[in-house]
């Protein structure tokens, strides 16, 4: 049931997705034409309409873009709580599926076409500034990685970037958690379900600020005590193995956050829920 759960998620997100993503890739090809055609060997009249369509084709295709994105996380957002928690939700509940499942199926779906739109504006970009200066971005690029690769041994640097992968998923898929947490705390409210969701993304937002503004606090208090002379030596004679437990730790609190705003989801689904 959860692989059929699947299909139909991904069948909603392509009908949802195949105009957008054909008209992105569109105006990546219109903008590198037009830099093509925009040539100060020119008259200057047809300089003149060429710069003014070379950076409307290029502001296009910047706004194409950034909506993609944004879109990409609205109609995840919008998609989750009308198939939960509107009236689709009567015969969402009744399939022989667990709130977990139904937690899971939502999540994929949306972290998988996120990941399409992602890969959707890098080829727009590749396709709009396609040529040398491509090229030469591209060697830059990889003499960068060779040089991170000498500095920090093959060893580290495919440790760093698992771990960086490792923290980017888990970050990606904590914000999704959020969001569907959020959605699924103003559900509990009987009235202004939508303001009540909102709110709670807020009061998260603002706890949040608050904790780390006391660690900051508390870290700068602590630094003017000299309380970390013992640890700043330690720190400077081995500092990959401070950015490892950096980002091990980074991935351990982005696992945890993920994990309770599972857990809230779920919670409330089973215990409290409440449909329209």
Known sequence: MVKKLLKHEFIYYFRTFSLFLPIVLVISAMARVFSLINDDSNPRMIRAITEIADFSASAMLFVSCAALLVLSVVIAIVRFYKNMYSAEGYLTFTLPVTNAQHIFVKLIGAIAWQTVCLLTVFTAG????????????????AHLIDEILFELGMGHAIAFAAEMLILILLSVVSTMLLYYACITVGQTAKKNRILMAVG?????????????TVFTIAFTVLGMSNAFDGILPWIADHPFATLHMVFCGSIVLSAALMAAFWLVTQWIMTKKLNLE
Not at 200 to 212: E, G
């Open 200 to 212: 709670a993304y807020f009061i998260y937002y603002i706890a949040t600020q608050a904790v780390s």
């Open 126 to 141: 590749c396709i709009a500034f396609a040529g040398p200066e491509l090229v030469d971005a591209f060697n830059l690029i």
